[in-house]
């Protein structure tokens, strides 16, 4: 049971490349999230996903965009990378509402140059 | 609408002192509260969760927070720190979206040194 695993772990894009980000769950878990992490700030919620096929933005969604063909994946695209999404990206599951808690992954950090 | 804040961005301990780490939350209703613990270059790791039970939560690694309504607050606290204890450490409030899904809030995170 390897619960929630992102790739890379590293990753650095020059400006208006484009990359995806890899997160894949095997807990059998509905809902599944990305958050970024910039220096000094919390987490703040890109997109997220209730089930397969169903994807919705969060806070922070312009300039990536997501998919959820199967429960067990939830790809994150950078079209177009800017310096501003420098940042440390988290992947996290949870079966469903708030009282199961939220398993993470370890995290990708990416740096656009 | 809701939010949580970490009063103190760092804080430093001396090894087998007590440890404090203050967290104040706003929610129009009944909030679900957790802290998470991120060692360096991790992901983030549950440390306890408050969802109306009982108001003293015990945690991971000797943590506990209370979670006051009366103050609005669910500080986390070890009576011991060790020196494995330094992370950053960040409070966070479950926010539901009429009944689709929840999401998680997070407090700016505070930074904890543990001085030998």
């Known amino acids: 049971n390897a619960g929630v695993t992102q790739t890379p772990k590293f990753r650095i894009l020059k400006i208006g490349q484009s990359m995806t980000l890899q997160c894949t769950q095997d807990?059998?878990?509905?809902?599944m999230y990305w958050y970024r992490q910039d220096p000094g700030m919390g987490l703040k919620l890109i997109y997220y996903s209730v089930g397969a096929g169903i994807t919705d933005k969060g806070e922070v969604p312009n300039g990536y965009n997501v998919s959820r063909s199967t429960t067990e994946d939830f790809p994150l695209r950078l079209e177009l990378a800017a310096p501003s999404q420098t940042s440390v990206y988290f992947c996290?599951?949870?079966?469903?509402?708030?009282?199961?808690?939220?398993?993470f992954g370890s995290g990708t950090r990416l740096t656009v140059v | 609408a809701q939010s949580v804040t970490q009063l103190d961005s760092h804080v430093s301990v001396s090894e087998g002192t007590p440890v404090l780490l203050r967290c104040n939350y706003s929610?129009?209703?009944?909030?679900?509260l957790f802290w998470y613990v991120q060692h360096p270059n991790k992901g983030l790791q549950l440390l306890l969760k408050y969802t109306s039970a009982a108001t003293l939560v015990k945690g991971i690694n000797g943590f506990e927070a209370e979670f006051k309504k009366s103050e609005t607050s669910f500080h986390l606290t070890k009576p011991s720190a060790h020196m494995s204890d330094a992370a950053e450490y960040f409070c966070?409030?479950?926010?539901?979206?009429?009944?689709?899904?929840?999401?998680?809030?997070f407090g700016t995170g505070t930074l904890l040194a543990v001085q030998p």
């Open positions: 807990m059998n878990h509905n809902y």
């Open positions: 929610s129009s209703y009944s909030p679900s």
């Open positions: 966070v409030v479950s926010v539901g979206y009429g009944g689709a899904t929840n999401k998680l809030i």
């Open positions: 996290a599951t949870n079966l469903q509402g708030e009282n199961y808690g939220y398993t």
